[in-house]
């Protein structure tokens, strides 16, 4: 069963350093999102992409988060100058269509700053 | 107002057990429903879209009640390997889903 991948499984960075997240999405896939889950809290949505262009983005993707599809496979998630408080799971996820199409998960980078 | 509300439980239950979540969500525009369950820090992972007329896939049963804003799940004869936390996931109209924080379910020999 084809799978969204994400690399590297955990990222351990500095306070105020860049961080890069990637992601494989589903290969026929159209749509792609990033989430973030603080430990022992809920899954929340950062941003969706579409077509080349941010479609939907929330309150907390501000200007320190950026994504990118740099080529035809790869959707990476881009952290300017991280903060503690950035330390969470950041899952990829992607999704044939957008709306009531389900949407599939990437086993997830654990991102821990120091 | 939490979007998406779902009891946290733990929900203790024999195996051969009947199991039902319940979730409630406080936006009436909302558009797609789902289950998704989440074992301990891995990825969720799509259990089923919930329909209006109600679905099942297998053991599992999913009704969604628009009036009520109400979306429940009911596991029937359940396996140890359905130990893991079910999330109750709603799509408002655009692309964001809204997770509620999860329901734990404990499955015991």
């Known amino acids: 069963e084809p799978e969204v991948t994400q690399t590297p499984s955990h990222q351990v960075t500095q306070m105020g350093q860049e961080v890069i997240l990637r992601c494989v999405p589903i290969?026929?896939?159209?749509?792609f999102y990033w989430y973030r889950q603080i430990l022992g809290q809920k899954v929340e949505f950062l941003v969706s992409?579409?077509?080349?262009?941010?479609?939907?983005k929330s309150e907390i993707f501000d200007d320190q988060f950026s994504v990118e599809r740099p080529d035809g496979s790869n959707f990476t998630l881009k952290i300017r100058s991280t903060k503690l408080e950035d330390s969470a799971m950041y899952f990829c996820?992607?999704?044939?269509?957008?709306?009531?199409?389900?949407?599939?998960f990437g086993d997830g980078t654990r991102l821990s700053i120091l | 107002r939490k979007e998406v509300e779902q009891d946290p439980g733990p929900f203790n239950v024999p195996e051969g057990a009947t199991v039902a979540f319940n979730c409630t969500y406080s936006n009436s525009a909302s558009q797609s429903f789902f289950w998704y369950r989440q074992d301990c820090r891995k990825e969720p992972k799509l259990l089923m879209s919930v329909y209006s007329s109600g679905n099942e896939d297998g053991r599992f049963t999913a009704q969604l009640n628009r009036a009520s804003q109400y979306i429940s799940l009911l596991i029937r004869d359940s396996k140890l390997s359905d130990s893991a936390t079910y999330l109750c996931?709603?799509?408002?109209?655009?692309?964001?889903?809204?997770f509620g924080k999860g329901t734990s379910l404990l499955v015991t020999p």
């Open positions: 992409f579409y077509n080349n262009e941010i479609s939907e």
């Open positions: 996820a992607s999704s044939l269509g957008g709306g009531d199409q389900p949407q599939h």
């Open positions: 290969s026929n896939h159209l749509y």
């Open positions: 996931v709603v799509n408002l109209a655009g692309y964001a889903l809204n």
